[in-house]
Structure formats: structure tokens, C-alpha cells
């Protein structure tokens, strides 16, 4: 993984085998990050999504193959929970006959590149654990 500071933020490039959440989670922990927005695009395989099923209050969880995969859009955010870096994010893959999926990004693989661009911001927001939901929702 290569990082660049931007303007308002950093500019991750993924290489070939980097797992796009922990890779994210590193970056918030070298640099301080409490805040920030995410978007990006690439290739990946290994991907695992998720659907909260809010009758059940939890994730119901399917993972893709090692067929790389095109990452059309990938947004979410960062905040923090009891203290550390929480990356939430969801994304739409298209397989090699087009197909789009999409869901909760729970992990996922670089098969080629992914670019990712993260825009900060000052202060920082958390999230917390909501039995209600099954989720763990921003509180600002």
C-alpha cells in the first residue's frame, strides 16, 4: 500500500494482495484520523459483503470467490468505537458477465489496484452499539 497526503486528506493506492479494511484501519491509526469520508475504486476477490436483516438485529454474510472482481464503487466513512478506527463501508462488484452485487464491505482483497480517497476532517465522531438495530450507529 502506498499513501499520499492530499488537500484535505490522503490518497491510498493498493497493491495486489492488501485487504481493503484493515489497510484503511492502519492508515486512521499512523495518522490520528477520528473523522473522515471514503471513496474508491478497483479490482478485488475474496470480497465478503453483508445485509443486516433488521428483524434478526444481524448481518447475514455472503462471501465471493477468488475470480477477481471489479470494485465500481466503494463509500463509506470512518469514526471511532470505544477508541479505535471503525471503517464502514458499503460496495457495488460486477463479475465478468456484468453482474453488479452490492452490500456491507466486510473485507475484500485487491486483485489489481484499489485507489482509495479519503477526505478528514477536524474532531472525530463515534459509534456505538445499538441493541435496537443490531447495529453500531454514528452518535454526533
Do not use: W
Not at 484501519?25 to 433488521?54: H, N, Q, T, W
Amino acid at each position: 500500500m502506498k499513501v499520499k497526503r492530499t488537500e484535505t486528506g490522503f490518497l491510498a493506492v493498493l497493491d495486489v494482495g492488501d485487504e481493503i479494511i484493515s489497510s484503511l484501519k492502519r492508515i486512521a491509526v499512523s495518522e490520528r484520523i477520528g473523522l473522515a469520508s471514503i471513496e474508491g475504486i478497483g479490482a478485488v476477490r475474496e470480497a465478503v459483503l453483508g445485509y443486516l436483516d433488521p428483524d434478526q438485529k444481524q448481518y447475514l454474510k455472503r462471501q465471493s470467490g477468488s475470480e477477481s472482481m471489479e470494485l465500481l464503487s466503494l463509500l463509506g466513512n470512518m469514526a471511532r468505537l470505544e477508541g479505535e478506527p471503525v471503517v464502514h463501508c458499503h460496495v457495488v462488484l460486477s463479475d465478468r458477465e456484468m453482474r453488479t452485487f452490492g452490500g456491507h464491505l466486510f473485507e475484500a482483497t485487491a486483485s489489481v489496484t484499489v485507489e482509495i480517497f479519503m477526505r478528514v476532517f477536524e474532531g472525530a465522531a463515534s459509534r456505538q452499539f445499538d441493541p435496537a438495530t443490531g447495529a453500531n450507529r454514528l452518535t454526533i
